[in-house]
């Protein structure tokens, strides 16, 4: 071989084995190629690193399976909700039916002590009278003997009723002016009498019926009120559970399912109070057209009303108790009746009363101290509740049984149906 070949063999020689990799170096690895979450369905099995389309399916149905579970437990909380106000409302209609029946009660035991007086009053006359007439009979015995006068006068005397009197008044037609005078007296406050003993028999009646229309209406509202609370505390029970089913249907907390609760529920009452702000408004402007009110204003004290506004005011916080008239807490017409106590005005404890015993006022006519009343049918006899109005579309009332006085929005439970200025 050629010295001048030597040199290049060489240097081909050492090109070559720097091509080759070393032994002792380690290969270095080939990085993976990532494929499509979903592989067609003609992929040949083997790597199972990424779902198939039928578990892609699968995990689609189970997400909507939550969604709708999550819609579904969301609709049955709003409805928990719903049902709280339903049974706290029919609570507070038990406690007014029984403040009514008491207000009638009252009033019918006024009505048969005035009737008792007026029996006696008139009974005292018929006796008076027949005094007199007594005194008539013994003169004519002095003045000889029998006489017509006499024998009708004796049979006046011994009549068993109006009907008998009248009668034997009536035979005396030859009686002197005076024999007429007392005779017609004797009659007529025997007639008298007799009405006003009937009269006080049919009040007694009456208030003796008030009475067992009150007990009645105190057994019902027990009733109710127990219901309430058996109610109120499975509707709590219910509840929690519903947050804990849709936390774990959003994969959640408790807390914070009920905070996303209390936010969509405050969102909701918020539209409702100015969808029934907006109603008011409405009507008032309608009203205004149709049946325009004169320009005076109606009867209104500023300090009595500025009363009644600061001690409801001092009182929120105090709990709602049936038939409270304080000092440890009311219900709403109690509420209100000591509140305008202290305005110098005296309302009777049941909410209907209140309104009647009150001016009626329109929604845009509003001032502090003024009333404003609810009914579910629309006729002042059925009002069922009550509160203070303070200004600014705000309240003060006395809410339902398992509550506490507080200040509210004037629409918290819709439009009012009454407004009225003691």
């Known amino acids: 071989m050629p010295r001048r070949l030597l040199p290049a063999l060489l240097l081909a020689a050492a090109a070559g084995l720097a091509l080759l990799p070393a032994a002792s170096a380690p290969a270095a690895p080939v990085p993976a190629v990532r494929h499509a979450a979903v592989r067609p369905a003609d992929d040949p099995p083997g790597d199972e690193a990424y779902p198939s389309a039928e578990e892609v399916a699968r995990a689609k149905a189970a997400a909507d399976a939550k969604a709708a579970a999550a819609t579904d437990l969301e609709a049955r909380l709003a409805a928990a909700r719903t049902e709280l106000d339903r049974v706290g409302q029919a609570a507070e209609q038990a406690v007014e039916a029984y403040n009514g029946a008491l207000a009638r009660l009252a009033r019918a035991q006024q009505a048969a002590k005035a009737a008792a007086a007026r029996s006696v009053a008139a009974e005292a006359a018929r006796a008076r009278a027949a005094d007199r007439a007594a005194g008539l009979a013994a003169e004519m015995y ?12 004796d049979a006046m005397l011994g009549a068993r009723g ?44 009456a208030a003796r019926t008030a009475a067992d229309t009150v007990r009645t209406a105190k057994d ?53 109070e100015e969808a029934a702000r907006a109603e008011a408004a409405r009507a008032a402007a309608e009203a205004a057209r149709h049946h325009p009110v004169p320009d005076r204003d109606q009867p209104w004290s500023a300090a009595g009303a500025d009363a009644a506004v600061a001690f409801a005011r001092s009182v929120i916080g105090l709990p709602y108790i049936w038939g409270g008239e ?23 404890h049941f909410a209907a009363d209140q309104y009647a015993e009150s001016t009626p006022v329109s929604y845009d006519r509003l001032r502090p101290g003024d009333l404003v009343f ?49």
Request: proline share 4%.
């Open 162 to 205: 109006p009907g008998e009197l009248s009668e034997q008044a009536a035979a005396v037609g030859i009686a002197g002016a005076q024999t007429r005078q007392i005779l017609d007296d004797a009659t007529g406050t025997a007639k008298a009498a007799a009405r006003a003993a009937e009269a006080a028999r049919a009040a007694e009646a």
């Open 220 to 272: 019902a509202a027990q009733r109710r009120l127990a219901d309430q609370e058996r109610q109120v505390a499975e509707i709590g029970r219910r509840q929690e559970t519903l947050l804990a089913e849709l936390a774990a249907a959003r994969d959640t907390s408790v807390d914070l399912e009920r905070q996303r609760q209390d936010a969509l529920a405050e969102i909701a009452r918020r539209q409702a």
């Open 326 to 348: 304080g000092p440890q807490g009311y219900d709403c017409s109690g509420l209100t009746m000591m509140a305008w106590r202290k305005g110098g005005k005296n309302l009777t």
């Open 142 to 153: 002095r003045q000889g003997g029998a006489s017509p006068q006499l024998a009708a006068l």
């Open 374 to 422: 609810w009914t579910k049918t629309g006729r002042a006899a059925d009002i069922y509740h009550v509160g203070i109005y303070i200004g600014d579309d705000q309240m003060i009332e006395a809410p339902r049984p398992g509550t506490a006085i507080k200040q509210a929005s004037l629409w918290i439970m819709g439009r009012p149906d009454f407004y009225a200025r003691p």
